[in-house]
């Protein structure tokens, strides 16, 4: 444990996050984005971030995946201060520590299932024969395991959302962060990765942080939060 | 991230917008080709206008002479020398040669005075002669000092009235010589009113000693020709006196064939240099245009865990996928322009050439692939994720 990790106190969280601020700077004025942001997340916990478009919900995602740098407060994940990461170790954070879902299922085009789960274990540095056998394993969890060699441009939009949730724990994270996951599916796909995903924390060593705001999604959730003004409620 | 996944990565990239890389790639295949051939074939080219074209292949024929008019003690080329002056470099050929002036022939009762020149079977080939009618006698009347000869086309119609007079008996100084052929390709009038006998057969049946003391040398291009003159006289020094010796140079001919092929080579070499330009420029543009059509396969790949460094590589070995690639199908179409152009000017370069100007084209290729591509790839690996996640 380093240095940074033996500050934070541990009680089993996975994610502590405390006195978060994110503010803008449009030229004009300082738009505060988020404002003083606690909470901790646990292992086996899916948490659901709910609020109106514009209250910051993709913000606070993109922080905890370290796409974006808070104005102040601090984050540990599994003990580690990981506002305090230079680039590459940003880098190592991305492709070991957490899993990313996006809103626009964002497949790499014009690739094979099975190239888009390969480039997270070749930034991972896993050996070429190894990547077949975690591909499948990934692919087998949201039940697609026939489709390994199909290209994503021919898949259905549930189906390509599940790669892209497959493609998120390839690399077995502690923590995935789903940006609105459901946005683009229908109600039964929707629950379909909603299932996976309990499916996933299951194992009792994974987090998912699920933005949404779809209130049955959000239900399905093990917590449900909520964000105004830049504000986080516990519901 | 692994080299052999960069490489697997990377070819696999190019070969999916192999569409969008076309016209690149065949700009800078063809600059490679025209570059090969430049290398590999310019001296051929330049060997085969000596052969073949008179007025060009004039200028790199040097005549060596003894004045012997002048000079109290004759001179002739001894063997030695001969053998001195072939193994010179830039020498493709030479040809010995004796002349007597004023020889006389009657026929039909006329008088005609002209120059019998004996020479050995390389002369015609030296001097680019070809036969007009019949043959032009070779090695093998030079062997067997035959008593045949060739005559100057003029001297026929003057003496005969008509070229076609193969076969003819010709009487010279009341010995009967039979005509082999009559001589073509002659723009030196004195020439086309001689008689030409092989140089063995003249030293058997003229009176007198006859002395071979001019020497026709035809050097490989007119590049050599310089160099060749100047060593002449220090090599025929060697083995026996220069006292009186001539290099005889048509230098002006030569200054403007050398200055016109220079200004050929060089527009060439212009063009070539602008091709290889416009496939850096081309390179650099589809770069900067997969780098922005790609923007969220960036995001995306550093969302993933991707290091700078590693969208750096990628699409900078994309770039050098191109460049060598489009340098690898120029070295192929080269081969093929210069096995078609070997064939039809009958002559082949030297191997280790072509593999020369495959590496200078290969080296050229990745200059061009690095130069062009490290801006775009630079561009690409310093994104920010989010925004580049974002991108319309």
Redesign the interface.
Same mark, same amino acid.
């Given at each position: 444990m380093n240095k940074s990790a033996s500050s934070s106190p541990g009680n089993g969280a996975l994610i502590r996050v405390t006195d978060l601020c994110k503010t803008y700077d449009n030229g004009v004025d300082l738009i505060q984005v988020l404002r003083n942001i606690n909470f901790k997340v646990y292992p086996g916990e899916i948490m659901a971030i709910m609020g109106p478009s514009g209250s910051g919900k993709s913000t606070l995602l993109?922080i905890l995946?370290i796409?974006?740098h808070p104005s102040s407060g601090s984050y540990f994940l599994g003990g580690q201060d990981v506002l305090s990461l230079d680039?590459?170790a940003q &880098?190592?954070f991305? @492709?070991?520590r957490v899993g990313?879902v996006?809103q626009s299922c964002?497949l790499?085009?014009?690739s094979t299932v099975y190239?888009n789960l390969e480039?997270?274990l070749?930034? &991972?540095?896993v050996d @070429?024969q190894d990547r077949p056998e975690r591909i499948a394993v990934a692919l087998e969890r949201v039940n697609l395991g026939h489709r390994i060699h199909h290209s994503s441009n021919r898949l259905s939009g549930g189906e390509r959302q599940r790669v892209a949730v497959a493609?998120a724990l390839v690399?077995q994270p502690q923590v995935i962060l789903a940006d609105e996951p459901t946005g683009q599916l229908d109600r039964s796909h929707g629950h379909s990765i909603l299932d996976h995903f309990s499916e996933i924390v299951s194992d009792g060593k994974t987090a998912i942080i699920v933005v949404t705001h779809d209130p049955e999604i959000a239900a399905g959730c093990t917590r449900i939060s909520s964000i105004r003004d830049g504000v986080l409620y516990e519901q | 991230?692994?080299l052999?996944?960069l490489m697997r990565?990377s070819v696999?990239q190019v070969i999916?917008h192999r569409r969008r890389y076309m016209g690149v790639v065949l700009a800078i295949a063809l600059g490679v080709a025209g570059f090969l051939n430049i290398v590999t074939m310019s001296r051929e080219v330049k060997n085969n206008f000596n052969e073949n074209l008179d007025l060009i292949g004039g200028v790199t024929v040097l005549r060596i002479y003894f004045d012997n008019q002048r000079s109290y003690r004759p001179q002739w080329f001894r063997e030695q020398t001969l053998t001195a002056l072939k193994r010179l470099d830039g020498v493709k050929e030479l040809s010995l040669t004796a002349a007597r002036h004023g020889q006389k022939s009657n026929f039909k009762g006329q008088h005609f005075a002209f120059m019998v020149l004996a020479v050995d079977e390389g002369f015609w080939q030296v001097r680019n002669f070809w036969p007009l009618t019949g043959k032009l006698f070779g090695l093998d009347a030079v062997n067997a000092h035959t008593r045949e000869c060739v005559i100057g086309a003029e001297l026929a119609k003057r003496m005969f009235g008509d070229t076609q007079v193969s076969g003819t008996d010709l009487e010279i100084n009341l010995e009967i010589y039979r005509i082999s052929g009559g001589l073509g390709g002659v723009t030196d009038s004195g020439l086309a009113n001689s008689v030409f006998l092989p140089l063995t057969t003249a030293a058997d049946r003229f009176p007198g000693r006859l002395l071979a003391d001019r020497l026709y040398l035809r050097c490989a291009t007119w590049d050599d020709v310089g160099a060749v003159a100047a060593a002449i006289p220090g090599i025929v020094k060697s083995f026996q006196s220069p006292e009186e010796l001539h290099v005889e140079v048509a230098w002006e001919a030569l200054k403007r064939v050398q200055l016109l092929a220079w200004w050929i080579e060089f527009l060439i070499y212009l063009a070539t240099s602008a091709t290889f330009l416009l496939g850096g420029v081309g390179i650099w543009n589809v770069m900067m245009a997969a780098v922005t059509s790609r923007t969220?396969?960036i995001g995306?790949?550093?969302?993933?865990?991707?290091?700078?460094r590693?969208i750096l590589a990628q699409f900078l070995s994309e770039a050098l996928c191109l460049s060598v690639g489009a340098a690898l199908l120029g070295a192929g179409i080269g081969r093929i322009l210069m096995e078609i152009l070997g064939y039809v000017i009958e002559s082949r370069p030297p191997e280790n050439l072509f593999f020369f100007g495959v590496t200078l084209a290969f080296v050229f290729a990745v200059v061009i692939g690095v130069g062009a591509g490290l801006y775009p790839s630079i561009r690409a690996s310093r994104m920010?994720?989010?925004s580049a996640?974002r991108y319309e």
């Open positions: 993109f995946g796409f974006l680039r590459n &880098a190592e991305r @492709r070991n990313f996006f964002d790499l085009e014009n190239e480039f997270p070749i930034y &991972a540095g @070429r493609r690399n | 991230m692994q052999n996944d990565v696999r999916r969220r396969e995306l790949k550093k969302a993933m865990g991707a290091e700078d590693d920010e994720v989010v996640i």
